[in-house]
């Protein structure tokens, strides 16, 4: 896991990031795999969690 701008999550074939953004009051997403979408939506279900200790909620 990095966490020098948000959370990066790195599996062993792409990666998913969340980060605050600097200008508005939302949490941005961005993610990397070769796969279809189900593959980055399994992935942000799994660290869900996570990630809303994070964020304090």
């Known amino acids: 896991i990095e966490t020098l701008d948000g959370f990066?999550?790195?599996?062993?074939d792409g990666?998913?990031?969340?980060?605050?953004s600097g200008?508005?009051?939302?949490?941005?997403?961005?993610?990397?795999a070769p796969e279809?979408?189900?593959?980055?939506?399994g992935m942000l279900f799994a660290l869900y969690p996570d990630v809303a200790v994070w964020m304090g909620r």
Do not use: A
């Open 8 to 12: 990066k999550f790195r599996v062993k």
């Open 15 to 20: 990666w998913l990031m969340f980060r605050p």
């Open 23 to 32: 200008t508005e009051p939302v949490l941005r997403i961005y993610s990397e």
């Open 36 to 41: 279809t979408w189900s593959h980055i939506e």
